[in-house]
């Protein structure tokens, strides 16, 4: 399949992702910044972003059975609604319990949203696109979450305004469905888990993905109180989690496209090792950074903290196939959300205990571990063949 129909085939679905990610990032942001002028400690921050990914974990153990049942479309409508309501609780309580119950609702749905997206992606790409395929909706993500990040400037983050605005941003993304003439793949034949099949043929997507969970879970959780911390208002908070995000966005094409053509796991190991390098830095010398120095280091940090979880499915999907898109989707979120329920407890004991450099010191490790397990991997096996794969047809009932 070229490149071009390929992408006709998921436009509306990558306007949907742009939606309902704008509500994501906008959440992401007052979250944090609502729960800490409502006075909640760094533990109760930490729990709250923990509590999200095991919502998610959740999710992904569910979402299988959704999507069989259902179909993708479907099931997608339901995490929408879902998201929707646990937002609007949001700006009613000022308990942390309360923001953790529907924080870890959000989750659940957002699981939903991303195992659904990504099943319905892959089943669309074979091995030559998948990198590119990827990478497109990584940078429509990562769009849709510097816009929602903005949207902090309207209000205050305890304002009901803004949870308003996060809800009719997620509500918009059921529109491009709708009005589509594309079908979704077809349901996935069977909605268990291949958990212990996937370890077994993708050891290095499923391990890394894990960590990488264990990484990114703590620093989109704790990275607007990190930069609090440091003495900056709710405005440049925004600004900071913006050029963050939009440095997410700006190599994910060509990074997509350079996975595509060499070996992904080579790719990978510099991903991690330039993240890790530049967290040390951070950690170091972040407190003494003026304020553009902050914002070109938090965009350069940026360019290789998301794109490796993106090669890292890309590898994983290049071992497991097309016909086990949904199922494996499944498996890596579950995955990254185990790594994520983690990661915020711990980073944010370290910040509690040496201050807030030590997210960057906590990722830094993780990041360091990858690039070892996957080189290690690389040494002892093969890449996998990249070849065009042949679109299954299931024969009529």
């Known amino acids: 399949m070229a490149l071009p129909a390929v992408y006709r085939s998921v436009a509306a679905l990558l306007v949907s992702v742009t939606f309902f ?101 892959q089943g669309k790409a074979d091995n030559k696109t998948r990198g590119s395929v990827l990478a497109l909706y990584s940078v429509t993500q990562y769009g849709g979450w510097a816009i929602g990040n903005q949207l902090v400037h309207l209000d205050e983050p305890t304002s009901f305004v803004l949870y308003s605005i996060a809800a009719a941003a997620l509500t918009a993304g059921i529109l491009p469905l709708v009005v589509t003439t594309q079908e979704p793949p077809e349901r996935p034949a069977t909605p268990k888990l291949p958990f212990l099949w996937l370890i077994r043929t993708a050891p290095i997507g499923v391990v890394s993905v ?7 879970g703590p620093f989109w959780s704790l990275v607007p109180v990190y930069a609090a911390t440091l003495g900056y208002t709710p405005d440049q908070v925004a600004v900071f989690v913006t050029f963050i995000t939009l440095g997410s966005a700006a190599l994910q094409i060509p990074i997509g496209r350079v996975s595509d053509r060499f070996d992904r796991r080579l790719v990978l190991i510099a991903l991690v090792l330039s993240a890790a390098t530049i967290e040390m830095a951070l950690a170091r010398f972040g407190g003494a950074l003026p304020f553009w120095g902050l914002l070109a280091t938090g965009f350069a940090l940026g360019t290789v903290l998301s794109t490796p979880y993106y090669v890292a499915t890309a590898h994983t999907n290049d071992r497991a196939g097309r016909t086990q898109a949904v199922g494996v989707a499944a498996v ?60 299954q047809v299931r024969p009529p009932a």
């Not at 993780?366 to 690389?378: E, K, N, Q, S």
């Open 21 to 121: 990610v704008m509500g994501g990032g906008l959440l992401t942001t007052i979250i944090p910044l609502g729960g800490r002028a409502h006075g909640f400690s760094e533990r109760e921050l930490g729990a709250i972003g923990s509590c999200y990914f095991a919502g998610m974990l959740i999710g992904a153990l569910i979402n299988p059975l959704a999507v069989r049942h259902s179909g993708h479309a479907r099931a997608f409508v339901g995490s929408i609604a879902i998201s929707v309501i646990a937002t609007l609780i949001l700006p009613v309580f000022q308990s942390p319990i309360a923001w953790m119950m529907s924080r870890g609702l959000i989750g659940f749905a957002f699981a939903g949203l991303y195992a659904t997206v990504e099943g319905w992606l």
């Open 210 to 216: 894990f960590l990488i969970g264990a990484a990114n």
């Open 332 to 391: 890596l979120l579950f995955a990254y959300c185990v790594g994520a329920i983690i990661g915020p407890l711990t980073a944010a004991e370290g910040i509690r205990r040496f201050g807030p450099g030590a997210l960057h010191v906590h990722n830094a490790i993780v990041h360091a571990t990858i690039a070892a397990f996957v080189l290690y991997r690389t040494l002892v096996r093969a890449a996998p063949e990249r070849r065009p794969e042949t679109p």
